[in-house]
T-cell receptor, first 115, second 110 residues
């Protein structure tokens, strides 16, 4: 069964550094998403991506964040100048079509720890 | 009022029992509704979509009440493996941005 993969599983970085989180969505999916979940809190939407551009972003997704689909398979989230409060689990998800946009398939997540 | 509200629980339920929980949403124009399940420190996984007519998948039944703006999830003959956090998810009308509830924690006890 196809699945979303994410690397690394755990990233530790120092405050102020840049990190890139990587995701490989399911191959025939068209819509891609990033979410974060701070430990013990709810899942928070960051951004959705379709046809090589951002289709929607939340208030959390400010200039510190950027996304890219550098090739036909990878989907990345870059966080510039990380802050302590960026420590969270970051999930990538993909969906086959907008009509089924709520049916999203999540990767296992990257745990980001900012020290 | 929060966009999506759930009772955080935990619901402590004996194995084999039936358990139900609700989720309320604030935007009456919301079109799509889903239940996801999340195990501790794992990714959310789609459990079922919620259709207007209600739908059933094995031991799980989901209902939508548009008039009162809530959705429900019923689990019959609960198993130990049903222990998880159940997340109510509502899609915004136009762009399918998902709004997530904080989840209801369910603990099934032997």
């Amino acid at each position: 069964e196809p699945e979303v993969t994410q690397t690394p599983s755990h990233q530790v970085t120092q405050m102020g550094q840049e990190v890139i989180l990587r995701c490989v969505p399911i191959s025939n999916h068209l819509y891609f998403y990033w979410y974060r979940q701070i430990l013990g809190q709810k899942v928070e939407f960051l951004v959705s991506f379709y046809n090589n551009e951002i289709s929607e972003k939340s208030e959390i997704f400010d200039d510190q964040f950027s996304v890219e689909r550098p090739d036909g398979s990878n989907f990345t989230l870059k966080i510039r100048s990380t802050k302590l409060e960026d420590s969270a689990m970051y999930f990538c998800a993909s969906s086959p079509a907008l009509a089924r946009g709520g049916e999203q398939y999540f990767g296992p997540g990257t745990r980001l720890t900012v020290t | 009022r929060k966009e999506v509200e759930q009772d955080p629980g935990p619901f402590n339920v004996p194995e084999g029992a039936t358990v139900a929980f609700n989720c309320t949403y604030s935007n009456s124009a919301s079109q799509s509704f889903f239940w996801y399940r999340q195990d501790c420190r794992k990714e959310p996984k789609l459990l079922m979509s919620v259709y207007s007519s209600g739908n059933e998948d094995g031991r799980f039944t989901a209902q939508l009440n548009r008039a009162s703006q809530y959705i429900s999830l019923l689990i019959r003959d609960s198993k130990l493996s049903d222990s998880a956090t159940y997340l109510c998810v509502v899609a915004k009308v136009l762009n399918y941005q998902l709004i997530w509830g904080a989840g209801t924690k369910l603990i099934i006890k032997p």
